[in-house]
């Protein structure tokens, strides 16, 4: 890998991660829709989730680093705030962003799960459909007055039962999954990787953009990996030291 210049190591950190532990939960859900079906046990490993989406101030860093070139949207000034979440980011510039934070720091980072994902969102509060419980998003704070022109910056909002914040919420966060609709009816109950292959990437969580501004834990959606839209960004997941 390229030497990191020193305005880029002036600027390196490491995500501030949640850590959450090894457990099981029923993935899915009998309300949503049919890709949500059948409810099913998953049991997962410990593992760390990143509080917060990745900021662009962060992937600013991986830039100077790399060298590569800047997101769609990068210099639109509705996305470009420094505490907003990154958007723009196709599934492989997430995958090597976490490849270099891998690098950069000596632990393993990488895109969460679905099923790690939907059991982070839970906060371990069981079947609830949303971070918090089972109340309507549009009983949250401010909820009509958020997301008029982009995303929010990150961790103003309240953080779950696992300290995690903006979960289902600001922005479709890319999984590491390949998608298939149909896959919970094959999936193994212990630490499920997704299918083998595939067309989609499966994401995760509401979007500023959409009438459904707030997603519930268990809903589920994808697109092309290479697709670069302005409410697609994500979060990181770790495992261990390398």
């Known amino acids: 890998m ?7 190591l002036a600027g390196f950190h490491e995500p501030e991660l949640a850590r959450i532990p090894a457990g099981s939960f029923l993935m899915g859900s009998t309300c949503g829709q049919e890709n949500e079906r059948p409810v099913h046990r998953v049991s997962l490993d410990a593992f760390a989730l990143a509080r917060l989406q990745v900021t662009n101030e962060e992937y600013r860093t991986f830039l100077l680093a790399t ?3 800047p997101p769609r949207f990068w210099k639109d000034t509705q996305f470009s705030g420094p505490r907003q979440p990154v958007v723009g980011v196709s599934w492989f510039d997430a995958a090597h962003y976490c490849q270099w934070l891998s690098e950069m720091s000596g632990y393993i980072y990488r895109l969460p799960t679905e099923a790690e994902w939907e059991y982070g969102a839970r906060g ?3 079947e609830c459909a949303f971070p918090w419980g089972d109340t309507p998003p549009s009983e949250q704070p401010r909820f009509a007055e958020r997301w008029q022109n982009g995303p929010e910056p990150v961790g103003e909002s309240h953080c779950n039962a696992f300290g995690l914040f903006e979960m289902c919420e600001n922005v479709h966060e890319w999984c590491s999954d390949w998608f298939d609709p149909n896959y919970y009816a094959v999936s193994p109950e212990r630490n499920p990787l997704g299918p083998e292959s595939g067309q989609r990437r499966a994401s995760r969580g ?7 501004k707030i997603a519930r834990c268990a809903a589920r959606s994808s697109i092309p990996p290479s697709f670069q839209y302005a409410d697609y960004g994500f979060r990181v997941a770790c495992s261990s030291r390398t």
């Open 67 to 69: 060298g590569i070139a």
């Open 206 to 212: 509401g979007s500023w953009r959409h009438h459904v």
């Open 124 to 126: 371990g509060s069981g």
């Open 2 to 8: 390229a030497s990191l210049p020193q305005s880029g």
